[in-house]
């Protein structure tokens, strides 16, 4: 009885020891739980890959955003797929215009098992990597690369939803030639498949249409300094440069430019056409002097989407459209109404059906796919400077 006793009342010590630490330790009362996520068969993933970092990311990020608004309008609609309700959640990547970063972030996507991919910006990072997509069966959409062989590679996966470099490269030498009378012509290009590829289709078009190239030059996508390349070009006296690449390197070679008191026109393609380049070149451009065409374009009552359209996204972000976000809005939207349409975001069961879309009215216009992927009927939009701003020409198709 007494070690009973005994044991009854260490018992009871070492509960009140208990008790007057757990009083001591208490807490603050916790915060109100977070809403539950959706079931996880409720969520269907869409990857965005683009450069949100580098000397480009704000073109990067202003694809992104047109992801975003995508993916944010139509979850406050409300989208049903095999009876249930599901959350779309985007999954944003930065490749950093940059091909093994690239490949390594497509593979992520692929290993988190996206429905689909809209991306990549930039042909050099998008054409690598499209096998990985292609070989996991996952439908890419690229909003802005236009070098041709993203889409001639076989691949059932691949959709572009602008003109290519066939087109692009083609119209702005056959331009040079036949309206800003170019006898001689000079191309600069960046060494990327996008510039290059550009470059080498403008080149193609000046002398088809007669024009003259006299100089052939390279740099790259990363460069300073083009001082050397473009006292080599000045002795041509070429009365048109072309450059095939980006906007980051093509205001500081305008400014270089006239620091060397060259004069020529300076075209180039969609890579120079955002308006970051005004603020990059600034007192080097010219009225009338720059001419680039943006691969994409819309006119006559199509504006009236794109001009709401650009209206709700600076209400969003608090900046204006830099070049491609429309592009990609539809993008999301138009891989969206195939997976309704299949009832499934089951890549295997919307992607013939995304493959025949026919006429989706979207910002940029109608969109439909040819057989490789290529959008058809693609537009180009012809743009000068002047005043310190961009200004349309023409939207040839």
């Not at 000397?55 to 944010?72: Q, V, Y």
């Amino acid at each position: 009885m007494r070690i009973k006793s005994t044991l009854t009342l260490i018992a009871a010590a070492t509960l009140l020891v208990a008790c007057g630490k757990k009083e001591e330790a208490a807490p603050a009362p916790a915060a109100a739980p977070a809403p539950a996520p959706a079931p996880a068969g409720n969520v269907v993933k869409i990857g965005h890959v683009g450069p949100t970092s580098g000397a480009i990311a704000h073109l990067g990020k202003d694809n992104e955003n047109g992801a975003r608004m995508a993916i944010d309008e139509l979850n406050a609609k409300g989208v049903m797929l095999g009876g249930q309700k599901v959350t779309f959640e985007l999954l944003a990547e930065d490749d950093a215009a940059d091909p093994k970063q690239g490949t390594a972030v497509a593979q992520k996507l692929v290993d988190a098992k996206v429905a689909g991919v809209v991306g990549h910006l930039n042909s050099g990072t998008t054409i690598p990597a499209s096998k990985i997509y292609s070989d996991a069966g996952i439908p890419q959409i690229s909003p802005s690369s236009t070098n041709p062989k993203y889409t001639r590679q076989g691949f059932k996966t691949t959709f572009r939803m602008v003109a290519d470099d066939t087109q692009l490269g083609g119209t702005l030498g056959k331009y040079a030639v036949a309206t800003l009378k170019g006898k001689s012509i000079a191309v600069i290009d960046d060494r990327t498949a996008y510039g290059q590829g550009v470059a080498e289709e403008f080149a193609k078009a000046v002398e088809a249409a007669g024009g003259k190239v006299v100089a052939k030059e390279f740099t790259t996508d990363k460069a300073t300094d083009f001082t050397s390349i473009l006292t080599t070009i000045k002795a041509k006296k070429p009365d048109v440069v072309f450059f095939g690449g980006m906007d980051a390197v093509a205001g500081p070679m305008m400014k270089q430019m006239k620091a060397l008191a060259m004069k020529p026109k300076f075209m180039g393609g969609d890579g120079i056409c955002p308006t970051e380049l005004v603020k990059l070149g600034g007192d080097a451009i010219a009225d009338n002097q720059v001419y680039c065409a943006e691969a994409g374009g819309v006119d006559g009552e199509a504006k009236v989407g794109m001009d709401e359209f650009k209206v709700k996204y600076q209400a969003k972000f608090n900046t204006d459209v830099k070049l491609y976000a429309p592009y990609v809005y539809d993008a999301v939207n138009v891989m969206v109404a195939a997976m309704v349409k299949a009832d499934s975001a089951d890549p295997a069961k919307y992607l013939p059906i995304m493959a025949a879309t026919a006429d989706f009215k979207g910002v940029s216009g109608p969109v439909s796919f040819d057989e490789k992927g290529d959008i058809k009927n693609g537009a180009l939009t012809l743009k000068t400077v002047r005043g310190g701003k961009l200004e349309t020409l023409a939207v040839i198709r």
